[in-house]
């Protein structure tokens, strides 16, 4: 199955997830994350790879991991396994072949339609950004950064890649950042305050980053100097990044504020929907220095 065709106009607020199952549990992917769908082909093992980690495989002359979801998450084997199939992924900057066991179908939703997960079982160790009921039944989004983060974490945002960077003095920048994971959130915050931002407003998806924003309209701040930049992910339940990059340049006041995207989404082939919506930059996590750099471009 190949994604082309499918993806939506940008700014549109909804999303289309592709339905898969892991033993009798029904779980999603964005599909812009997927490049094609597969049956299993032979893996070679690696040794002393990660335990999620099956092993490699050879496609169109590419060298890509297969990572086993179900040991990922602690469920049993499949029960048929005729029935597996590989998910081939892009994002982060890098393609991984995903195997699940079943995959069944394309649901296109409104992230209005995504539940941020109850903070029951929201800890650190929680794999699931959101949940969505179709048909009287519960779809899970899986956090597939943060199941690629623990088997490789140099591939995460990483703290280090500021101090390349070298002494920077204080910032007086105010920066609003709309981001869903909190583990991101916090990444997010030691590095840029270790980059010598201190004015940090944090918001867990676009709906509230915008409530933000507008109440400082409708009480006649001047934005220019509340909001020097906001930088948005784009995967975030109730509102995404791009819808509220839309909101934001659309607004009279608002759309002088300075947006860039900082996403896993950020590939050459979906560059063009940060640009229709307006975004005046994009990064592509996990590159926080390329980040620090462009806030320093835009945030003067």
Known sequence: ME?????LESGTNELEIVEF???HNKFGINVIKVKEIINPVQITTVPHAHQNVEGIIELRGEVLPVIDVARALGFPKSENPEQDKFIVSEFNQQKIVFHVHTVTQIHRVSWTQIEKPSNM???LESQITGIIKLNGE????????????????????????????????NSEKRIVLAEDSPLLRKLLFDTLSEAGFRHLEFF????DALAFLEGLVDEGKDIAKEVHLLITDIEMPQMDGHHLTKRIKEHETLSEIPVIIFSSLITDSLRHKGNMVGADGQISKPEIAKLIEMIDQFAL
């Open 3 to 7: 994604n082309k065709g499918i993806l």
């Open 121 to 123: 079982y929201q800890g």
């Open 21 to 23: 199952g892991i033993g």
């Open 138 to 169: 519960m779809v899970l989004l899986l956090d597939f950064e943060k199941i690629v983060v623990e088997i490789n974490p140099e591939s995460g945002i990483n703290v280090q890649q500021i101090r390349k960077l070298g002494e920077r003095p």
């Open 204 to 207: 867990e998806n676009g709906k």
